[in-house]
C-alpha cells in the first residue's frame, strides 16, 4: 500500500525518524535557551568563532541603541525646529505677495518669457508647468 506521495508508510516513518534525530542532534550542540542573550560563554561553546558572533551582536545591539537614541532625540527635534521656521518663512512670503501688484500690472522683464518658436501644445505660448495665477505674459509688449 502507498500513501498520496507514492511512498510506503516504512519510508515515511524512517524518513521522519532521520528528520527527527538530525534535529535533536542540532538542538543538543546549542547553548542552552534561557530566554535572554548569552553574556558569557562556557564549555564547548567557548570557540573562536561563537565569541565573534556574541562581539558582534552586542556591537550591533550598541549601535541599534545610539541610533534610536539619535533618532529620538536629535531628528525629531530638529524636524520640529524646521518645521516651526518653514511655517514663519512661508507666512512672511505670502504676506510679502500680497503687498505686489496685481498679475496684470506687473512688468514684464526682457528675459522673462523669451519664446524661440510655439510650443506645440495649447495657445503656443505657455509652457507645460504655467500657472494662470502666478505666470503672467504681456504679448503685446
Excluded at 65 to 93: D, G
Excluded at 112 to 133: H, Q, V
Aim: charge should be positive; hydrophobic fraction near 35%; proline fraction near 4%.
Amino acid at each position: 500500500m502507498t500513501s498520496r506521495l507514492g511512498l510506503r508508510p516504512a519510508t515515511l516513518t524512517r524518513n521522519f525518524q532521520q528528520l527527527r534525530q538530525t534535529t535533536a542532534r542540532r538542538w543538543r550542540t546549542q547553548p542552552a535557551s534561557t530566554g535572554h542573550t548569552v553574556d558569557k560563554l562556557e564549555g564547548v561553546w567557548d570557540n573562536a568563532f561563537n565569541r565573534e558572533r556574541l562581539a558582534v551582536k552586542k556591537h550591533a545591539a550598541a549601535t541599534s541603541n545610539l541610533w534610536r537614541r539619535l533618532s529620538l532625540y536629535v531628528v525629531i527635534p530638529c524636524l520640529i525646529v524646521a518645521t516651526a521656521n518653514t511655517l514663519v518663512r512661508w507666512t512672511e512670503h505670502w504676506e510679502h505677495q500680497s503687498h505686489m501688484p496685481p498679475i496684470h500690472l506687473r512688468k514684464e522683464y526682457s528675459y522673462m518669457n523669451i519664446r524661440t518658436k510655439a510650443y506645440p501644445w495649447g495657445d503656443g505660448d505657455k509652457t507645460l508647468f504655467w500657472n494662470d495665477n502666478y505666470n503672467y505674459h504681456h504679448k503685446d509688449e
